[in-house]
């Protein structure tokens, strides 16, 4: 451990996309939920344009307030990126050329045989003085350097390019300066139920003095549970966290899918390996979105074995046999139809699971069923289950949540199975 321990940090948010709604802020929830695990809390968040002068005045007052400032937009090789000239305003030194960088674009340019602009070798400067953080999967570095007393991490907008940045850059250097910190939150991941309907499960669990604070965090993967130990509670942190956890966990029961920051997707392709099954996906209305959920996972080979997406009535019977009467007197969108689907898909595929999904994505309602309506039907050696779900949202979120539905009927399926000794 070198220096004074950090505790305590500020983010700085860069980009005229934001104040204007066009994109949501997914870098803050992120970098805050991972400088928490790194066990600094995050005092203050400010949301910038891309003017020189708001950068240069947010970082300026964030550094006089706090040991750490992380700021993330705003930094690239494009004009429009004018995070560098501000901070080296801030820290009263020149932007000098950079000729590794300049290297690097000039190579990333010729392997794709695409002319780089004259513009970006005016953009590879840096602050002088500025630490440099190599970028694995972009081209811009991140930053570190001093103003005033803070110290000053600065990393690209692009997630994935700002999270690598995180852990390549910033989680070390904290780890030099704190150690290795003590666990003070841990997550339970929900599925199938919303935020209100899960605070009155847990209403009696909540209404009980206790040595946590509870968030609730409603996600594309479904609520999400957050406990963070209060300032001052000592002695044994995990057990702690642990026994407040389990304890709510036991409440929900299967509606937990996750205690440990697994994606949905990702405890079902557990389940699945673990008990020796296969699946197979047939698809109408979310065209492919859970065969992409479960193919995403590593060694998938294993577990899926074919998906299709039948999209019109004629797919449905040409390619899957789905009976013209049932299409007829049932409907495309119909429990009916999604049972055949996932029966078919079974017996054609050889799985040991077959899912069905037809539905009603949007914008216009099809066959008199509203926009939103979707059924989704699991066939299996024990027979076969179809619900039913109303989605409310745009096309793309009903599609989303009906993959995520139709992952979840094959988690409490093989949870299921399981109990049963099947």
């Not at 750490?68 to 801030?90: E, F, K, M």
């Amino acid at each position: 451990m070198s220096g004074r321990s950090i505790r305590n940090a500020e983010v700085v948010t860069v980009g005229d996309e934001l104040l204007l709604g066009v994109t949501a802020d997914a870098n803050f929830v992120w970098l805050a939920s991972r400088l928490a695990e790194a066990g600094v809390r995050v005092d203050r968040q400010t949301t910038v344009g891309d003017g020189e002068e708001e950068i240069r005045r947010a970082v300026d007052e964030a550094a006089a307030r706090s040991p750490l400032v992380v700021v993330t937009g705003g930094l690239g090789v494009t004009p429009d990126d004018r995070t560098r000239q501000a901070l080296a305003d801030l820290a009263g030194v020149r932007l000098i050329p950079d000729p590794a960088l300049i290297r690097e674009m000039e190579v990333y340019h010729r392997d794709r045989r695409i002319r780089m602009p004259a513009i970006n070798v005016a953009q590879a400067s840096l602050p002088e003085g500025a630490r440099k953080i190599p970028n694995r999967v972009g081209l811009a570095p991140g930053l570190r350097m001093k103003i005033r007393k803070a110290t000053v991490f600065v990393f690209p907008g692009v997630p994935a390019e700002m999270r690598q940045l995180t852990e390549d850059g910033l989680i070390p250097y904290l780890r030099r300066r704190n150690g290795e910190a003590p666990i003070r939150q841990k997550s339970l991941r929900t599925w199938g139920i919303g935020e209100n309907a899960l605070a009155e499960k847990l209403r009696d669990y909540l209404a009980r003095e206790r040595p946590v604070s509870i968030s609730f965090l409603p996600e594309r993967r479904g609520v999400t549970l957050r406990f963070r130990l209060h300032e001052g509670v000592e002695g044994d942190p995990e057990g702690v966290l642990a026994m407040q956890t389990d304890e709510a966990a036991a409440i929900l029961g299967d509606l937990v899918y996750s205690t440990g920051g697994e994606e949905l997707e990702e405890v079902v392709a557990y389940l699945l390996l673990l008990r020796k099954r296969t699946v197979a996906t047939a698809e109408s209305c979310t065209g492919g979105r859970l065969a992409d959920l479960l193919t995403s996972v590593p060694g998938s080979s294993a577990w899926f074995r074919e998906g299709f997406i039948p999209y019109g009535a004629e797919r449905k019977k040409a390619t899957l046999g789905v009976p013209e009467e049932v299409l007829r007197e049932r409907g495309t969108v119909s429990a009916e139809t999604a049972e055949e689907l996932a029966r078919r898909v079974r017996a054609l595929s050889g799985a040991d699971i077959g899912v069905g999904v037809t539905g009603v994505a949007g914008p216009e309602s099809v066959e008199n069923q509203p926009v939103g309506r979707v059924f989704i039907a699991l066939d299996a050696r024990g027979g076969t289950i179809v619900r039913r779900w109303d989605l409310p949202g745009s096309r793309d979120r009903v599609k989303d949540r009906a993959a995520r539905h139709a992952l979840d009927m094959i988690r409490l399926h093989l949870i299921a199975e399981e109990e049963g000794g099947g």
